[in-house]
């Protein structure tokens, strides 16, 4: 019999054999800790710490670690031994999942294919709109996030993500988020099969558009034969109070892509939604009956985990509550944060906000400011992550692409308690970066270390 490994060896197992640079950076950030329960929205230590976690795995974790009513769903699915993964069958809880899908989502959603990622998905919806517009060319936004496949990187403008990896897809092009000219002028050249939006940007900052952009997007989108697919990976499964993003700003997609949250936060779990028309320039004969497929997609665990994630979303009532709350948590943000010169906004939509720093005006901090930001241009917020994780408990991160933003984004079961803890924390941290010498004493010592490693 093999015996496990302690802890502090298989962190070195793992550098040696997965990702030696992921443990450096945690090491660096002092975020190395080890995890022996999650529940809800707080994260149990092997060394007796209680964290609270407001990032959520980057909103898989809508539904709180571990609830109890999804591990029950799939320790019932596992014990009844039923078909898995034949590839020869029609799978029935796909079925039902599919039909609770499009259901919720509505304005003519009618079909779906199941993905074990948010990449994989958008992969699906970018071959999906390509065969059903017959045109080749693919529009997304400046500072968008889409995943790290090779169709997906090819819809994200910065070279950070895809620079060493080749040549990406042609015929990709960017436009600014919000700016509704831009749209109409590439959409008006009829090259567009698809333009691929985040209903709210998530790592491009937590960027909310006018109410009226997706509106009229659908529109210019309808007018030039090009499909609007809406990738709510991190905004979809109720995260900003409604099911889909789309739903509290009135617009209809011709395509949504799901993941994170379907999953319950335990088994890998993606939906394509897409209308019947859509489908069927994919699915358009006999022949082409299996020409788009995935061997997981449609796995019993995954459908089991979907359907009862749905359960606990929409029993519990998560979705008035996120839109409930989240306005209640912004306004307390914004007003423990209005004195900071370098907290510019709040913002936010449910229970995915941001945090936007800015460089300080006063010389003493402006100078600590920019020597900083000039050896990583993510420093600063990594100071803060680092800070909050450290010294007050609290796990969070700041936005993949907009290092300035501090993304807030909890399990919607927080509490109302939990939520002050939040406030009562990153005020102290950012009164700290405001007044006190030791934290940016502290922060070039960490810049200095990193720049070295
Ligand atoms: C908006 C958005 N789309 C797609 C993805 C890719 O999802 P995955 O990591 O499951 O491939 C992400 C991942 O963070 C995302 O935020």
């Known amino acids: 019999m093999s015996t496990v490994p302690a802890v502090q060896s298989l962190n070195s197992i793992y550098a040696q054999h997965v990702n030696p640079q992921w443990v450096r950076l945690l090491e660096l950030l002092q975020m190395n800790a080890t995890y022996e329960r999650c529940t ?27 609830h109890p009513a999804v591990v029950a769903a799939l320790k019932d699915e596992l014990d009844r031994s039923g078909p898995a993964m034949l590839q020869s069958h029609v799978p029935e809880l796909a079925a039902q999942l599919a039909h609770r899908l499009t259901s919720l989502a509505g304005g003519g959603m009618e079909r779906v294919f199941f993905t074990s990622s948010g990449s994989e998905g958008v992969e699906t919806a970018i071959k999906f709109a390509r065969a059903h517009t017959g045109r080749a060319g693919l529009l997304y936004a400046e500072r968008a996030f889409h995943g790290l496949s090779c169709g997906a990187l090819s819809l994200m403008g910065d070279p950070f993500w895809s620079q060493g990896f080749g040549p990406m897809l042609p015929d990709t092009t960017a436009v600014p988020f919000g700016d509704l000219d831009a ?19 998530a790592e491009g900052g937590i960027r909310v558009p006018e109410p009226h952009y997706l509106k009229a997007v659908e529109r210019l989108c ?37 993941a994170k949250a379907l999953s319950g936060g335990l088994v890998p779990v993606g939906a394509v939604l897409m209308s019947r028309a859509v489908s069927e320039s994919v699915f358009s004969s006999l022949k082409r009956a299996l020409v788009h ?6 796995n019993g665990l995954a459908m089991r985990a979907g359907l009862a994630t749905l359960d606990v979303l929409e029993h519990e ?54 020597s900083f930001r000039a050896v990583h241009p993510a420093m600063f917020g990594q100071v803060m992550v680092m800070r909050m994780f450290r010294d007050k408990n609290i796990l969070t991160q700041i936005c993949g692409n907009d290092f300035l933003v501090l993304k807030v984004a909890p399990p919607l079961v927080v509490t109302e308690g939990q939520m002050d803890e939040f406030v009562e924390a990153i005020r102290d941290v950012v009164d700290l970066a405001h007044n006190s010498a030791g934290f940016w004493t502290e922060a070039i010592g960490l810049a200095r270390r990193a720049s070295n490693i």
Request: aromatic share 8%; proline share 3%; glycine share 12%.
């Open 293 to 298: 497929a995935s061997t997981f997609g449609e």
């Open 317 to 370: 009532g998560m979705g008035p509550r996120a839109l409930r709350m989240g306005i209640e948590l912004r306004r307390r943000l914004a007003e423990a944060l209005a004195p900071y010169e370098m907290v510019k906004q709040v913002r936010g939509e449910g229970m995915l906000s941001g945090i936007e720093f800015q460089a300080p005006r006063q010389m003493r901090l402006r100078l600590a400011f920019s």
């Open 40 to 66: 809800g929205a707080e994260l149990f230590t092997t060394s007796g710490r209680r964290i609270l976690d407001f990032l959520s795995g980057y909103c898989v974790h809508n539904a709180g670690h571990n």
């Open 222 to 258: 309808r007018r030039h034969g090009t499909l609007l697919v809406l990738d709510e990976v991190q905004t979809g499964m109720y995260r900003t109070g409604r099911f889909l993003a789309a739903h509290g700003f009135g617009v209809e997609p011709d395509i949504v892509v799901l």
């Open 183 to 201: 749209v109409e002028q590439k959409l008006a050249t009829r090259r567009f099969a698809a333009l691929f939006l985040e209903p709210i940007q």
